[in-house]
């Protein structure tokens, strides 16, 4: 017991040295204006998660396809209109102020990373359907399947962040 509380003397030119090392440049982008490689690496094609609020208050993270569109301000994922996804968004807005759900979106290849966080809704509609699924196709290189049931979950984006 008397050596748990023990700390090492570490050489100060040590820690300087490992901290430069770990030294991360700020992390924020503009979501309406991200720089030319934060924009390049959301349209290179990787799989990406969506992260919902569950009722009980804890993350729901799945894989899916997200297009980002900056123009805009938003993030899109097309989706069935019963996943448990959807279902956790449509919760959200129902008892959230404002009727929209928190959530992120997020990439990862290697040591590149980028997040996008913002209010989702589901859109229902023939042309926001439409349109999401012309994103998707142009960014993933097919057009999915017909899919009666499909819904977009849109993403009004507030925070972008990432090391691309």
């Known amino acids: 017991m008397g050596n748990l509380y023990k700390v090492e003397s570490i050489p100060l030119k ?16 503009d979501v309406l204006n991200p720089t030319p490689e934060y924009l390049a690496f959301w349209r290179e094609r990787h ?10 208050g804890s993350p ?21 209109k019963h996943s448990k996804k959807v279902r956790n968004v449509l919760a959200a807005m129902e008892s959230a102020p404002g009727g929209s759900a928190r959530v992120a979106v997020c990439q990862m290849e290697g040591r590149r990373w980028a997040t996008l966080e913002g209010r989702a809704v589901v859109r229902t509609d023939e042309a926001s359907v439409a349109e999401a699924v012309a994103r998707y196709a142009e960014r993933y ?5 017909p899919n009666p ?3 977009v979950v849109e993403i009004t984006l507030d925070r972008a962040m990432g090391r691309a």
């Open 47 to 56: 799989v990406c998660t969506l992260t919902t609020p569950r009722p009980d």
């Open 141 to 145: 290189g097919r057009v999915p399947s």
């Open 60 to 80: 729901h993270v799945v894989p899916v396809g997200v297009t980002y569109d900056p123009g805009a301000g938003l993030a899109r994922v097309i989706s069935n």
């Open 14 to 29: 040590a820690v300087a040295r490992t901290l430069r090392r770990m030294r991360v440049s700020n992390p924020g982008h």
């Open 149 to 151: 049931d499909r819904v």
